[in-house]
């Protein structure tokens, strides 16, 4: 047995004693526990955040890869599911979700962890498409959110994520999707849903920080993003995240996410009247470029710096600057992050290459991990909280076909079936780690 043979089996029992103790091998070192405090930030520098037990199809995963002598692959598997990230909770009955609450947060706790737990259950969910499901009614929505509420325990902090693109994806945003559907959710609905989980759960445990879905910045305007989130009532909560499930550039959505908590601070009644001159990704006019712009190409990296006017968001800053100078407002409204996927930003089909709907959001392929979560990651959004791996990286986003009508494959890994939204992805999840970007 060579040397290198016998340090790649090495490797790969550790990547496998790692992946079978699960939360207590794979936390990691402890930073110290931040002071209770309401003038300062809830998650501060260092927070140390829980990785959960690994998705069954990546211990396999990594056990097949050793079987092939291929070690640093199995490595790259094992670091990625050895990375905190987030725990989601999609179904059951009150009794059920609120044990399985419970149980996720006396493990964080048991090794001085902060979990991410994500409320993914409102009434047709997802346009009725590949992660379709949720409660039957308000009623039971509403009971189910009681239970996940039940389990938290009121001394510990935890970070809550309630329903990814349940304000982005309302029900009028979904055209035909219900027809049929037994549940046929209202906006007004999935609105009260949301509002009624967040508020149950700081009932429950005044620590937790809820943050409200809110799409991501290649999707809504800033006032759209900012009008639905003050009717789910935002100010009474931590703020808001960005790009779950999603591949967005982290720069862009830490601007996005800034101009959207001081498009809320600038309109106070979103609610009721949608702010109309707050400055967004689809106009980039402002002061500093005598209001001359247009839209930020979503496939750039944005900056104040960046030479290519499609990429520049100096107007949209100064803009923002002069507004809230003038108003005496400040904003409070904090934001996370989901860095999952987006290591190598958003994906287009390539050129010369057409689908009818190219599904950019479904396991596109050449993605790579994204930052690793951390608790205040950039001094210079001071309203970002966190980057979270809230998608499980590695999971599918569902059986793309790229809008061919009639088929079940995906022509974009080789015309295989892809596995079911939340199924275990092998290939995808290697790939995502092998191009990780930093790197790991």
């Keep these: 047995m060579t040397s290198t043979t016998r340090r790649g089996r090495a490797a790969l029992v550790a990547a496998t004693a790692a992946l079978a103790l699960g939360p207590l091998a794979l936390a990691g070192p402890a930073a110290a526990a931040p002071a209770p405090t309401t003038d300062a930030p809830a998650l501060t520098a260092g927070t140390r955040f829980f990785t959960p037990l690994p998705d069954r199809g990546a211990a396999q995963q990594v056990i097949d890869l050793g079987r092939q002598h291929r070690f640093a692959d199995a490595a790259l598997i094992a670091r990625e599911v050895a990375t905190p990230q987030a725990v989601w909770f999609t179904d059951g009955t009150p009794q059920q979700v609120q044990r399985e609450v419970r149980r996720t947060v006396l493990e964080a706790k048991a090794v001085k962890a902060v979990p991410t737990l994500v409320v993914y259950n409102a009434p047709g969910r997802d346009c009725a498409q590949y992660s379709a499901g949720g409660a039957a009614s308000q009623a039971d929505y509403e009971a189910w959110a009681d239970g996940f509420a039940r389990g938290l325990v009121a001394t510990t902090q935890v970070v809550v994520i309630i329903e990814p693109d349940g304000l982005s994806n309302l029900p009028s945003d979904c055209g035909v999707a219900y027809t049929g559907d037994p549940q046929n959710p209202t906006d007004a609905e999935r609105i009260a849903e949301i509002r009624y989980a967040g508020e149950a759960i700081e009932r429950a445990n005044p620590k937790a920080l809820v943050y409200l879905d809110s799409g991501h910045s290649g999707w809504h305007s800033v006032a759209d993003s900012t009008a639905r989130l003050d009717a789910a009532g935002v100010s009474e909560f931590a703020g808001f995240s960005l790009n779950v499930s999603n591949y967005q550039w982290t720069a862009n959505l830490s601007q996005y996410g800034t101009w959207v908590s001081e498009c809320l601070a600038l309109h106070p009644d979103a609610e009721t009247t949608t702010p109309t001159d707050c400055g967004d990704q689809y106009y980039s006019g402002g002061p500093t470029n005598g209001f001359v712009g247009g839209a930020l190409d979503p496939m750039a990296v944005w900056s104040d710096t960046a030479p290519d006017p499609t990429a520049n968001t100096a107007g949209i800053n100064s803009r923002y600057a002069q507004e809230l100078a003038t108003a005496g407002a400040t904003p409070t409204a904090r934001f996370v992050l989901d860095t999952s996927r987006n ?89 995502l780690a092998q191009l990780a970007a930093p790197r790991g």
């Design 343 to 431: 290591g190598q930003g958003p994906w287009a089909p390539a050129a010369g290459v057409t689908y009818p709907d190219p599904q950019t959001w479904c396991n596109p392929p050449g993605r790579g991990l994204g930052p690793q979560p951390q608790a205040r990651p950039d001094a210079a959004f001071p309203q970002l909280d966190a980057y979270l791996w809230i998608k499980t990286p590695g999971q599918s986003d569902g059986q793309c076909n790229r809008g061919i009508a009639g088929s079940a494959t995906d022509p974009e890994w080789g015309g295989i079936v892809d596995p079911a939204a939340g199924a275990w992805f092998p290939q995808q999840a290697l790939q």
